[in-house]
């Protein structure tokens, strides 16, 4: 099962700010939040990932509690491309044979962006 | 940087047939390659991990002798949908991670959507 809950849904008026908010209260001290979308009918794009600080990328921004129970993921200034599912991952402790962790990908949040 | 490619697109094929998609990681080398399906309006399932040069690692209810899973290179995987079906219409997902190391990123490709009549 999926470590995070998203909310299923979420609107933006383009060009304000985009705030996509991602509960994980069960994770790990050694696990990464990631964060990836998919517009539709095409792969998943990586946006940004941390750890523990809060990052900022071209892209957008991600803010990690204290208490890494729960992130934020801002788009600062949203446009219609960005219309997407968007996906919080929590890196999976399963040790794959592989020796690379498993993504568990949950349900997503469905963000429109708004003319 | 960080491309990943996925050859067909999409494919129509016929019940009882094989269909086989290609996995490429276009700028880096890909030590293990990951294969996901997606049903319509659902999230992405895990469906094996791959090594280079190693047999794949399926998940919980994957058939692996239906879905045959070759990594031939560090640039290559390909997955074989043996026998094909009408409930093996999906939109089907590689990607690839450069390392084994904690905190490697992942890098999807386009997908590529089957259509089994």
């Known amino acids: 099962d999926a470590k995070t809950t998203q909310p299923p849904s979420m609107d933006c008026a383009e060009g304000r700010a985009a705030n996509l908010p991602c509960n994980h209260s069960?994770?790990?001290?050694?696990?990464?939040v990631y964060w990836y979308r998919q517009i539709h009918s095409q792969g998943p794009q990586y946006i940004i990932h941390g750890l523990k600080n809060n990052e900022t990328n071209e892209m957008a921004s991600l803010i990690i509690t204290e208490d890494r129970k729960s992130s934020t993921l801002i788009l600062p200034h949203a446009t219609l491309r960005d219309t997407a599912v968007y996906y919080c991952i929590v890196r999976a402790t399963v040790f794959s044979t592989s020796g690379t962790y498993k993504y568990i990908f949950g349900t997503g949040t469905r963000l429109k962006v708004l003319a | 940087g960080a491309v990943v490619s996925q050859h067909p697109s999409w494919v129509i094929c016929k019940s009882g047939t094989s269909v086989k998609i290609e996995c490429r990681s276009l700028?880096?080398?890909?030590?293990?390659m990951f294969w996901y399906r997606q049903f319509p309006k659902q999230s992405l399932m895990l469906m094996a991990t791959s090594n280079e040069g190693s047999k794949a690692t399926y998940e919980q209810g994957v058939e692996k002798d239906k879905f045959l899973i070759n990594h031939a290179s560090l640039t290559l995987s390909t997955l074989t949908v043996t026998s094909a079906h009408p409930e093996d219409s999906s939109f089907y997902i590689c990607?690839?991670?450069?390392?084994?190391?904690?905190?490697?990123?992942?890098?999807f490709g386009p997908g590529t959507r089957l259509t089994v009549l």
């Open positions: 700028d880096f080398q890909a030590t293990t």
């Open positions: 990607s690839a991670a450069s390392s084994g190391r904690a905190g490697d990123t992942q890098y």
């Open positions: 069960t994770i790990s001290g050694n696990e990464y």
